[in-house]
């Protein structure tokens, strides 16, 4: 079980890591996906992410921030997002 600092912690260190910014965070359940952003960059997260495991909470993390570069599930959006996963922020 993560902690919402402790994920917002997360994001923070990947936004950095990615290069981009967002203005919010907001904890919201959703149904049919784990996340979503807007292009006022907001980002949006459903609570029960809060219960997976870390790789699953970074790969959902990455995605978003990434769409505040690409806004589509492109070819170049799909090695972005393996590149940092590599990676990582540790
Ligand atoms: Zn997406």
């Known amino acids: 079980m993560t902690t919402k600092e402790e994920f917002i912690e997360r994001v923070e ?3 950095t890591k990615i290069g981009v910014n967002y203005k919010e965070i907001h904890f ?4 049919r996906k784990w996340a979503s952003c807007s292009t ?3 980002l949006t997260f459903d609570p029960e992410i809060l219960e997976k495991d870390r790789n699953f909470q970074d790969k959902s993390i990455v ?3 990434l769409h505040f570069r690409y806004p589509n ?6 090695q972005m997002i393996n590149l940092f996963l590599n990676e990582g922020i540790e």
């Open 63 to 65: 995605h978003e921030l």
């Open 73 to 78: 599930h492109g070819k170049m959006f799909k």
């Open 13 to 15: 260190k990947w936004s």
């Open 40 to 42: 006022r960059g907001r």
């Open 28 to 31: 919201r359940h959703m149904k």
